[in-house]
Nanobody, 118 residues
Framework: VQLQASGGGLVQVGGSLRLTCKVH???????????KYWYRQAPGKQRELVAG???????MYADSVKDRFIISRDNSRKTVYLQMNNLEPEDTAVYYC??????????WGQGTQVTVSS
């Protein structure tokens, strides 16, 4: 089972990107019952939680991205998205998706680079 993240790239300040994270392979847990998260790690900084969408449909965002980023899911496609709007240079980082189940599965994508130029 693999998580494949895509959608990163170079964008100017104020631009938008949509990151996609798709599960490839067979998972024993039902995708809709899994918690999904996006993290990011900027150079020289610790990895931080950006957004989450839990199995009970709650969403959460870091204060720095509230009102700019939106996490969503397509359970039929086993895919989670991160729509990023009004991007700022401080959003430059490698973005990672993470999917977890209550049974203990903890899957990570390989990361996708987002660079915001000023």
């Amino acid at each position: 089972v693999q998580l494949q993240a895509s959608g990163g790239g170079l964008v100017q300040v104020g631009g938008s990107l949509r990151l996609t994270c798709k599960v490839h392979g067979t998972i024993t847990s039902v995708f809709s019952n899994m918690d999904k998260y996006w993290y990011r790690q900027a150079p020289g900084k610790q990895r931080e939680l950006v957004a989450g969408s839990t199995r009970d449909r709650r969403t959460m965002y870091a204060d720095s991205v509230k009102d700019r980023f939106i996490i969503s899911r397509d359970n039929s496609r086993k895919t989670v998205y991160l729509q990023m709007n009004n991007l700022e240079p401080e959003d430059t980082a490698v973005y990672y998706c993470n999917v977890r189940s209550i049974e203990g599965a903890d899957l990570w994508g390989q990361g996708t680079q987002v660079t915001v130029s000023s």
